[in-house]
């Protein structure tokens, strides 16, 4: 029973569509028509709003964060399937016909979950 709570809820945790959700509510856009019709943050910062950009990277962040560290306190044996889903929700949600982003935002929250150190290696090398 403990595997399908953390499936369910890493998912729907991931599957949240900020990007979409943001601009869509400050801008009145759809984020899928824009640029390169993804719904991350990079497409985000090309309606040219760098605060709905920034937003975007910590609240995709977050819902890569947030569900490893809740499996971690509740079921800490489950953590890698939180992980899992909480990527796989981001990238194909339900919610836009499993059409989502790329996971990178998602992927550095799960890293940070993870570790810290492998977190800030994962950033100098993005940025190097």
Known sequence: MEYIIVIFF??????VPYGLL???F???KDIRKIGSGNIGAT???RTGNKFLAASTIILDCAKGFVPVMI???IYPEQIQISALMAFLGHVFPVW???KGGKGVATYLGILF????QLS???IFTWLV
Do not use: D, E, Q
Request: hydrophobic share 50%; net charge positive.
């Open 10 to 15: 890493s998912y729907l945790c991931g599957s």
């Open 22 to 24: 943001l601009t869509k």
């Open 26 to 28: 400050f801008t009145n």
């Open 43 to 45: 497409n985000v910062l």
């Open 71 to 73: 499996t971690n306190a």
């Open 96 to 98: 836009l016909k499993f």
């Open 113 to 116: 979950a993870f570790s810290l």
């Open 120 to 122: 800030i290696l994962f």
